[in-house]
């Protein structure tokens, strides 16, 4: 494999129903930002059926080139005619980095095609950089740059380890959704189109798609919320997130949780926040009765204000918090509603 070959930095396009997920404008952030270490460009490859339209709205958020791949077979998502089309983009247009999301497609796709195009991915990252790998070089070892440094927890969260993949190209890597952050929208932008066909046999191997379920969830996408209110085991029980929907009422807000409360079967793992629930960025991000365990960290450190309430004061959550209110829930978070609700009138 010559190493050289490999230019540039690209971003899978995630669409589900000819609809972008969000998840490929924040790929696309990091990538402007990754681009423009390695001096190089960013392009999105953008695969489905009737899809050309949406190239636009990728240039838009940051994609100098959008590869589309357009047939018929990658009207719904698969896994056999995407991973053909990706590892083939990839073959033909050799990127120096490849970023998928960890969403359910990314996480199906992302390792099939790492496979096929023989190099390594690095799953679930939570930061990415350019810099030298080994970070220092021991005696007699090759030190190489400009390589990808991929950021991640490792052993349950309790160690963070930094994987680069030096001597194969792509360097692969999924990030999961609210982790980046996309560029401001530049408007009446204009994508450079390369359409490309990989050719797609027909194969009896392909799973045939008679019908797509939706899901119905009757619980709103915390990641979309611009004020939460998350609450712990300190909660005490299901009945008693009531003070906290009170709360999140009175804030224009929506509820979350830690991950006990869900293993207690208290909430949805809909509304989980940490590393094996949803990474969230909200502007404000209450922390009520959660002890801020590494793993729930993990999932809202990045929120503009963090506001913890709990009457313990050693809690590890007053480390990350911007505010500190050391009380009992009980008393203070009702408290906090009623002077909420009488300053709005
Ligand atoms: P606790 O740790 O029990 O904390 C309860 C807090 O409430 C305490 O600090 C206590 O002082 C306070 N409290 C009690 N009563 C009151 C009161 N009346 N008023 C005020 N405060 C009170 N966790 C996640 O949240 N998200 C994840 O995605 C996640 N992923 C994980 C992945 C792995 C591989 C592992 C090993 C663990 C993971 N965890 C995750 C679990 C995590 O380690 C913690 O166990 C969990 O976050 C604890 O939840 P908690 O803070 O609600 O409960």
Redesign the pocket.
């Known amino acids: 494999m010559n190493l050289e070959e490999y230019k540039g930095v690209f971003v899978f396009a995630q669409q589900v129903d000819n609809k972008l997920s969000g998840i490929a404008f924040e790929l696309l952030g990091k990538a402007k930002d990754l681009a423009k270490d390695l001096n190089t460009d960013v392009a999105a490859v953008l695969l489905g059926s009737g899809v050309k339209d949406l190239a636009d709205e990728l240039a838009a958020y940051g994609a100098d080139r959008v590869i589309v791949v357009d047939d018929p077979e990658l009207k719904d998502y698969r896994t056999e005619p995407y991973t053909h089309a990706l590892s083939s983009v990839i073959n033909e247009f050799k990127p120096e980095i490849m970023l998928v999301g960890a969403t359910a497609i990314g996480r199906d796709l992302g390792p099939r095609v790492s496979a096929r195009v023989a190099t390594g991915l690095t799953a679930d990252c939570t930061q990415l950089d350019i810099g030298d790998f080994p970070l220092v070089a021991k005696e007699g070892q090759e030190q190489k740059h400009n390589q990808l440094l991929m950021t991640r927890p490792a052993f349950?969260?309790n160690t963070i380890a930094t994987i680069a993949c030096p001597n194969n190209r792509p360097q692969m890597a999924t990030v999961r959704p609210g982790v980046m952050q996309k560029i401001e929208r530049i408007e009446g932008a204009k994508a450079n189109v390369v359409e490309y066909n990989p050719g797609f046999t027909p194969n009896n191997k392909y799973v045939e798609i008679l019908d797509v379920v939706k899901a119905v969830t009757d619980t709103v996408d915390i990641m979309d919320a611009k004020i939460l209110v998350s609450?712990?085991?300190?909660?005490?029980g299901p009945e008693n997130f009531k003070i906290l929907e009170d709360l999140a009422e009175a804030l224009g807000g929506e509820v979350s949780?830690?991950?006990?409360?869900v293993d207690s079967g208290w909430k949805p793992k809909d509304l989980?926040?940490?590393?094996?629930?949803k990474t969230v960025r909200p502007q404000v991000y209450f922390a009520?009765?959660?002890?801020?365990?590494?793993?729930?960290v993990?999932?809202m450190e990045e929120s503009d204000l963090i506001i913890a309430?709990?009457?313990?004061e050693t809690?590890p959550?007053f480390d990350v918090a911007d505010y500190g209110l050391v009380?009992?829930?009980?008393k203070?978070v009702p408290k906090l509603t009623e002077m909420i609700k009488a300053n709005k009138k």
């Open positions: 349950g969260g609450g712990g085991r300190g909660l005490g949780c830690s991950r006990a409360v989980q926040v940490g590393q094996t629930g009520i009765g959660i002890s801020g365990a590494i793993q729930h993990a999932g309430i709990n009457k313990d809690a959550i009380g009992d829930l009980n203070v």
